[in-house]
């Protein structure tokens, strides 16, 4: 199982556009969603490759950007999490692309 790394780009991208003071509350909906979604997928594939420490990181983004019970945080917060979020998935793009 693996996280194709323009699927890693995009999100990183969504996660830079975030961090910016856009008008839009559905875009965040949308971030939070999508950010969510690949931040656990990427806690599954760190823990089945034994990597608990990447695995920890990724499933407390996941809980960070979880749709359905938001988290609270001042918008400087959000966007020092999404900025450190958006590098932390580019860094780790080739261990989510590789096959196991």
Same mark, same amino acid.
């Given at each position: ?38 931040? =656990? $997928?990427?806690? %599954? /594939? ?10 920890? @990181?990724?499933?407390?983004? !996941? *809980? =960070? $950007?979880?749709? %359905? /019970? ?10 020092? @999490?999404?900025?450190?979020? !958006? *590098? ?13």
């Amino acid at each position: 199982m693996t996280i194709p790394p323009p699927l890693s780009f995009a999100v990183a991208i969504m996660l830079l556009i975030g961090a910016l003071p856009i008008p839009w509350y559905d875009y965040y909906t949308l971030l939070r969603i999508v950010g969510c979604s690949v931040f =656990a $997928f990427a806690a %599954f /594939i760190a823990f089945r490759r034994r990597r608990l420490a990447l695995a920890i @990181v990724f499933a407390l983004l !996941a *809980i =960070a $950007f979880n749709p %359905f /019970i938001k988290v609270h945080f001042p918008t400087e917060v959000w966007n020092t @999490v999404d900025i450190v979020a !958006a *590098i932390l998935l580019l860094l780790s793009a080739k261990f989510l692309a590789r096959k196991s």
